[in-house]
T-cell receptor, first 119, second 114 residues
Framework: AQKITQTQPGMFVQEKEAVTLDCTYD???????LFWYKQPSSGEMIFLIY??????QNATEGRYSLNFQKARKSANLVISASQLGDSAMYFC????????????????FGTGTRLQVTL | SAVISQKPSRDICQRGTSLTIQCQVD?????MFWYRQQPGQSLTLIAT?????????ESGFVIDKFPISRPNLTFSTLTVSNMSPEDSSIYLC???????????FGQGTRLTVV
């Protein structure tokens, strides 16, 4: 079963508008973390925002916010006031704890959403 | 946050040859990871590299094809051996910070095999 699901292969948004990129996840572990990354055409992975499973409040970083709905197992990324430079691939990822040592597991990535910002 | 320098940023290689990709982190990190991203696809973990032990490979990836070194807590290399056009991908290294919430990436290596 997919651990991270991004159902939107592509999205369009007009400049200055807000856009929501969907992400749902599947885990039975009570301790986990959710990440969003931006990948421009250059290929680098740029960290945007992180949400821990025990965090009471939704994470925010500038124009990025994470709409975390734990019961629904969703962690949608909201980008406010879109800019042309926001055009890129966006990946949702999850990390879980493994083993008795509590060390973090690898990141599991979704398939990504390509966002295109238009004038 | 950690800064990861990865090189080369891109290369075009002949089939049958090998390429070594280097990652340098500006602070000591326990775990480093190597990912492959085939064209139009998501990231797939190749292996986890811990200092002082053999790398742990994911299903479908073998040491003979992707040997990894981790000589210290700030450096790692990935070699793509006996390359074929199917190895054309972006290869990314990643490092974990002190906190569970930190996972940083290098700039990526865009490899084309001809």
């Amino acid at each position: 079963a997919q651990k991270i699901t991004q159902t939107q292969p592509g999205m369009f948004v007009q400049e200055k508008e807000a856009v929501t990129l969907d992400c749902t996840y599947d885990t039975s572990d009570p301790s986990y973390g959710l990440f969003w990354y931006k990948q421009p055409s250059s290929g680098e992975m740029i960290f945007l925002i992180y949400q821990g499973s025990y965090d009471q409040q939704n994470a925010t970083e500038g124009r990025y916010s994470l709409n975390f709905q734990k019961a629904r197992k969703s962690a949608n990324l909201v980008i406010s006031a879109s800019q042309l430079g926001d055009s890129a691939m966006y990946f949702c990822a999850m990390r879980e704890y493994v083993g008795d040592t509590g060390t973090a597991s690898k990141l599991t990535f979704g398939t990504g959403t390509r966002l295109q910002v238009t004038l | 946050s950690a800064v990861i320098s990865q090189k080369p940023s891109r290369d075009i290689c002949q089939r049958g040859t090998s390429l070594t990709i280097q990652c340098q982190v500006d602070s000591q990190v326990t775990m480093m990871f190597w990912y492959r991203q085939q064209p139009g696809q998501s990231l797939t973990l190749i292996a986890t590299a811990n200092q002082g032990s053999e790398a742990t490979y994911e299903s479908g990836f073998v040491i003979d094809k992707f040997p990894i070194s981790r000589p210290n807590l700030t450096f790692s290399t990935l070699t793509v051996s006996n390359m074929s056009p199917e190895d054309s991908s972006i290869y990314l290294c990643s490092a974990e910070g002190e906190g569970f919430s930190e996972a940083f990436f290098g700039q990526g290596t865009r490899l084309t095999v001809v």
